[in-house]
């Protein structure tokens, strides 16, 4: 595959899991070892669930900084077992 279609479908997926992330409805399916899926699901969750916290009205600092340190986390292990970096 070469570089202009990786980067084509690196931004196919960004796309899809930022939907997701958003609540929006996608149909998209990530194949890959119980590892990899298991990082994707990790920091799908982590970023929807720091998107959820920005929206709620009765969020805290401390709330924010909790739900960001665990998108960072979920993102670093991203980036290092997929060799590719998160976006969101």
Known sequence: MSDDNCDALSKLVFVASGAWVMGKPTTVKFVGTK???DVVAEVLQASRAF????????????????????KRAASTKFDETMNLKWML
Do not use: Q, R
């Open 51 to 70: 998107v959820e916290e920005l929206n709620n009205e009765s969020a805290t600092t401390e709330t924010l900084a909790e739900k960001l340190d665990a």
């Open 35 to 37: 590892t990899e899926i």
